[in-house]
């Protein structure tokens, strides 16, 4: 953990400590300040653009990309952190016990600016714990508000182990999977271990303890494409077979747009499939990562939630070139002549895309 101090050029900022901390991914820039309360108060700020000089750090070449801070930007975040977060301190404490509604927002705030949480993890926390009847997701069912329309609206430190267990048998009834219940069990544990672990609550036990974790049936064998299967599919592709035979192309261009787009589609499928690389990586995929002269790939972002981010171990990694794919790979380079930092798909939405939908979600 390295210290900061401010740009002479950068202007008044508020008093607090700028850190870089090294983590799987990569430096992380955290900010670390004492709050109004003498509370001391740490927060991520985002990946750093930065590398090590000896037993500190100095600025990479090059300008910082959109999902990186350098210092001067880093330094404007924390100062506006800090401001924001004493503009909350300032606030009328609300009188009276608090909620799990308010004790679970806390401790999503917790996991995306602390804990550095996956955007696709927060969004699916967030959607588990939306009110029921609330706007549903896109191209998705209004939220089931299981946990908030069971929890929400109660004090944390007068909901009991026989409330969760009642709630859990409850679910039992509705059909719900085990791997399901199993899902908002452990959400709502983690809700009650952040309000034990902030000591602000009122709460000593976790309830959740005391329940059980539902018995989830054994993992079946893993049914893959056999290599025709995956040509199969790329041909497919190619011939833009895989869109919505509903919505035609309405001009020379956008027809033009699409065959190009279904090319790329296609040369995505047979590199999914001869390298092992998860949705989001390949989406992240740049013509950089593509090393045709030792056969490799280097695989170090992902697509999450529709932003990128590193992968989902939080390490680069380093997977053979197949032939079929490498194959693939240099016929559409020699048609796009691409940039070295361009994607090789450019069509960034996960969900959206062909690939995501044919691959399994990563568990």
């Not at 600025?59 to 800090?82: E, T």
């Not at 995929?285 to 989902?312: C, M, N, P, Y």
Request: proline fraction near 7%.
């Amino acid at each position: 953990m390295d210290h900061l101090e401010s740009p002479r050029n950068l202007g008044r900022v508020s008093s607090g400590n700028l850190l870089i901390v090294e983590r799987d991914g990569g430096p992380v820039y955290y900010a670390k300040w004492r709050d109004a309360e003498r509370r001391q108060i740490k927060r991520r700020l985002g990946p750093a653009w930065v590398v090590r000089d000896g037993e500190g750090w100095k600025k990479r070449r090059g300008r910082a990309p959109d999902d990186h801070l350098d210092q001067r930007a880093a330094f404007a975040v924390m100062d506006r952190m800090i401001r924001e977060h004493a503009t909350q301190v300032a606030l009328p404490k609300p009188r009276g016990p608090v909620t799990f509604a308010c004790v679970a927002e806390a401790w999503l705030h917790h996991l995306e600016h602390i804990q550095g949480a996956k955007p696709s993890t927060l969004s699916d926390y967030r959607y588990m714990l939306r009110a029921p009847r609330a706007r549903p997701r896109k191209r998705g069912s209004a939220p089931q508000g299981r946990i908030m329309r069971a929890f929400g609206t109660r004090p944390l430190d007068q909901i009991t182990a026989i409330d969760v267990k009642r709630w859990l048998a409850e679910l039992d009834e509705a059909g719900i999977s085990a791997r399901t219940i199993n899902k908002h069990r452990q959400l709502v544990a983690s809700v009650f271990e952040f309000g034990i672990a902030d000591g602000e609550y009122g709460v000593a036990e976790n309830p959740v303890r005391a329940t059980a974790k539902r018995r989830e049936p054994d993992p079946k064998p893993i049914d893959t494409y056999s290599p025709e299967e995956v040509l199969a599919l790329a041909r497919a592709a190619r011939e833009g077979r895989h869109r919505n035979p509903h919505r035609p192309a309405v001009s020379d261009a956008e027809r033009a747009d699409r065959a190009r787009e279904d090319e790329q589609d296609a040369a995505l499928f047979i590199v999914a499939a001869f390298t092992g690389l998860r949705a989001g990586e390949l989406l992240a995929l740049r013509w950089r990562h593509v090393r045709f002269e030792d056969a490799r790939l280097l695989v170090e972002r992902a697509i999450s939630a529709g932003q990128e981010s590193s992968t989902k171990p939080r390490k680069w990694r380093v997977v053979p070139l197949a032939d079929q794919a490498a194959a693939v790979l240099a016929r559409l380079g020699e048609r796009e002549r691409p940039g070295p930092r361009q994607a090789v798909s450019p069509r960034s939405r996960w969900r959206a895309h062909p690939v995501a939908r044919v691959l399994p979600r990563p568990r």
